[in-house]
């Protein structure tokens, strides 16, 4: 009976002792013993899940590395190869395709009848070119003009959807691998608390089953970070190999100026009409229009057809006789040029009609994003104040554990629902960070479009 009141003043003394350390982490606590007399054994207080300020933060690559990239890309170096091409039909079109035209014509006459009869030599030489009328060619200039514009806006274009593309491809590796380094923290802490545990094993203080149950959430933490490791380094993979230049310069380490990946101060307004202004995609419809109308004044000039005028000598009868004569040619217009005109002018209303389509898609694209944003951007502190209350609950959880009062299954429940609201504030940090990101680059506001 005295032992047994020995037994049960030594628990609460232990009980006591570990409720009054455990407020300060890294002090020594004392467990409850397991068995009666025994000795308190020692368990390190050790974090039982990553801190948010530990996290991984999202940030853009290097803007050195975004010039190189832009330079040495096919898709770039293929919108420049266009560019000049369409300089050259420029160049062709303000020239024209009118060229002179020389013909040679040799043959010989046979005459039977007196007094001229015999054979002579005969030759002509002629040389002729069709005229451009004025207004053939202001319309052809204004045809090279479009030709240039669209080929510029479509390599503003290519330079846009690149740098999209790289920006989705790049936040998609830094968000795998943060998820990678939380699962790796995860283990270590886990790791850690096995080892407590077995030495609290080892000493009568925890049982089998505690240490069972332990050790099958280490396995599970184990298996979730060769999962997570896996898609790192296949989101890694896909990054270096599609953007080679990524992998020579720290790999995923960006910028350190985190402000980069802030919202505009400007107003839903004012960021939409940058975003109208700098969209690529309205900048080449706007260019078709224009080569539509231009398309349009060639054809409406064309119904006046171009006349051709030349010039000829020749020498008849072995050159007793001598000529001298200009040539003149006019072709009718008919049908074709009037319907060739109004398909012209019907190609010009639709590019209007589509210009405006595109008009409305882009609003309602900057729209969404910009609502995106702003959602989470909020989600993103919604997360990290779950994350804070899921990890206050699991620490009161464990200390529950520790003092007896709730079972080692009640704190890794506990745990597991604080380790998902902190890779939740990961997964809002990132998806976040890029929604910004493509707002910024849509307004012209990330990177430089036009070269």
Known sequence: MKNR???????????????????????????????????????????????????????????????????????????QAMQQAAAQHGAVLRAGTNEFTGQAQVQQRRIESLPDSGHYNEWQLLINRQLRLPSQAQADGRMADALQISAQAALVAARQRFLGEMLTAWFAAQRAQAEAVLAQQDLDLINAQVKALQRRQSLGDASVLELEQMQAEQARSQAALQLSQGMAASSRAALFTRYPLLAG??????????????????????????????????????????????????????????????????????????????????????????????????????????????????????????????????????SEQA????????????????????????????????????????????????????????TGLLYELAP
């Open 387 to 442: 994350a804070q209350v899921q990890t206050q609950a699991s620490t009161r959880m464990l200390r529950a554990y520790q003092l007896g009062e709730a079972g080692l299954s009640d704190w890794l429940l506990a745990r597991r629902s604080a380790l998902e609201s902190t890779r939740l504030v990961l997964q809002s940090r990132f998806d976040a960070a890029a929604s910004t990101a493509q707002l910024k680059l849509q």
């Open 249 to 382: 310069n720290g790999g995923l380490q960006g910028q350190a100026d985190a402000s980069a990946l802030t919202l505009p101060s400007l107003s839903a307004e004012q960021l939409g009409a940058q975003a109208a202004q700098a969209n690529p995609l309205l900048a080449e419809q706007r260019a078709a229009l224009q080569k539509a109308q231009a398309m349009a004044a060639q054809a409406q000039a064309a119904r006046t057809p171009q006349p051709t005028v030349g010039a000829y000598i020749g020498s008849d009868r072995g050159g007793s006789e001598r000529i001298i004569g200009l040539q003149f040619a006019m072709p009718f217009g008919g049908a074709a040029r009037v319907s060739q005109e109004r398909a012209a002018l019907a190609e010009v209303d639709a590019a209007q009609w589509r210009l405006r389509d595109l008009q409305a898609q882009t609003e309602a694209e900057f729209q969404r994003l910009y609502v995106n944003a702003q959602a989470q951007l909020g989600a993103v502190k919604a």
């Open 5 to 79: 009141s020995k037994t049960h003043a030594l628990r609460v003394l232990s009980a006591a002792l570990a409720l009054a350390l455990t407020a300060a982490p890294g002090w020594v606590t004392a467990a409850p013993s397991a068995k009666a007399g025994a000795a308190p054994s020692l368990q390190i207080d050790l974090p039982a899940l990553p801190t948010l300020s530990d996290l991984p933060s999202p940030s853009l690559p290097q803007a050195a590395t975004v010039d190189q990239l832009l330079t040495a890309t096919p898709m770039l170096r293929e919108a």
